[in-house]
């Protein structure tokens, strides 16, 4: 009788989260380690889904209500700007067994993060993470102030059996962009006066080709214009989801 109730209870959590997703857009694509989900929560809020493995990315309550989603394998922070890194959400997904990756700043906001700077790499849940510079060389809070000053935030890449997929966090198109190899997939932040303009996402796309590019925490910027921007380079597809 237990075990029915037990699985009676699992049945309708799944359910639950099934309806919950539906109010979201997702996209799957096909790796060598299985079926890749992402699923566009919106803002710089992600979700990536490999097997029973679940990956969050700067989870953010006002995007989702997190008590009806999966716990957390993996998250990873971006930075700890409040529209990256939520407590409440963090509390609603994590258990003893959850890796949260971030930044030192973000060490500096919230317990039990393990720290990676810009430059380095690790394999966790079997995951490889690179962490990629993050940070504004135009766009300032004031006079030599940046909004994003160096070393502050992470980009990461992520190999998923055979496809990498770089999500860039809050950053302009840097020159560090230009030595990223082989991106099937780029979330590129197009939100001013915070990062990056639609020419300069398109100068980032084109300094390393990857083969789908997503404008994601994109404010009130016009999405029309990285589509019409990058229409001329058909090696790199533009995806326009509901990340505003």
């Known amino acids: 009788m237990m075990k029915l109730l037990a699985l009676a209870f699992v049945l309708v959590l799944i359910s639950a989260f099934a309806a919950t997703a539906q109010k979201y857009e997702t996209d799957v694509f096909e790796t060598s380690a299985g079926s890749l ?43 700890e700007h409040s529209d990256h890194l939520d407590l409440k959400a963090l509390d609603l997904l994590r258990t003893d067994k959850t890796v949260l990756v971030g930044s030192e700043a973000c060490a500096k906001e919230v317990n039990g993060i393990k720290v990676m700077r ?86 980032a796309a084109r300094s390393f080709r990857p083969k789908i590019l997503y404008p994601y925490h994109y404010g009130n910027t016009d999405t029309a214009k990285i589509v019409d921007l990058l229409k001329g380079d058909k090696e790199i597809e533009v995806r326009i989801r509901k990340l505003s």
């Open 118 to 203: 810009n430059g380095e790499a690790q394999t966790i849940q079997g995951i490889s993470i690179e962490a990629a510079p993050a940070y504004n060389i135009v766009h300032m809070r004031s006079p030599g102030q940046p909004f994003h000053p160096k070393g502050s935030g992470n980009g990461y890449v992520l190999t998923f059996g055979d496809k990498r997929v770089y999500v860039a966090g809050d950053t302009e198109n840097i020159p560090e962009m230009a030595q990223l190899k082989h991106i099937d997939i780029a979330f590129l932040p197009m939100n001013l006066p915070y990062t990056m303009t639609p020419e300069m996402v398109a100068d």
């Open 37 to 79: 989900k992402i699923t566009f929560l919106g803002h710089a809020s992600l979700i990536f889904t490999l097997g029973e493995k679940t990956i969050y990315v700067d989870p953010v309550s006002q995007w989702a209500d997190f008590s009806q989603f999966p716990k957390a394998d993996l998250i990873l922070l971006t930075h």
